[in-house]
């Protein structure tokens, strides 16, 4: 499956962004997807992810509250909205998706979006 993530932006904090992460080339309900981020010298991390059927959902606990993960299995495409955004949310956000349960370690993802660059300042 190839992922391609849209949406990024220079914001000011408080503001919001919707991500999109369009998916092509599988059976897009076939996959849990996933949300990551990386900042400028700093690892890749989780965000959020959920199920297919979106019935089990994980955020990090830096977000939850803040950002919603969200997918239309009719359009192919998963969603991150960002609430209330902070110059700490600055990064490349990343989509994936893999087979299987849903988990929040990067290596277990299969596939992944060529990232989308959020920036956070004032």
């Known amino acids: 499956v190839q992922l391609q993530a849209s949406g990024g932006g220079l914001v000011q904090p408080g503001d919001s962004l919707r991500l999109s992460c369009a998916a092509s080339?599988?059976?897009?309900?076939?996959?849990?997807m996933g949300w990551f981020r990386q900042a400028p010298g700093k690892e890749r991390e989780f965000v959020a992810a959920?199920?297919?059927?979106?019935?089990?959902?994980q955020y990090a606990g830096s977000v939850k509250g803040r950002f919603t993960i969200s997918r239309d299995n009719a359009k192919n495409t998963v969603y991150l909205q960002t609430n209330s955004l902070k110059p700490e949310d600055t990064a490349v956000y990343f989509c994936?998706?893999?087979?299987?349960?849903?988990?929040?370690?990067?290596?277990?993802?299969?596939?992944w979006g060529q990232g989308t660059l959020v920036t956070v300042s004032s």
């Open positions: 959920l199920t297919w059927n979106s019935v089990r959902i």
């Open positions: 994936a998706a893999k087979i299987g349960v849903i988990d929040a370690t990067y290596a277990t993802y299969k596939y």
């Open positions: 080339g599988g059976t897009f309900s076939n996959y849990v």
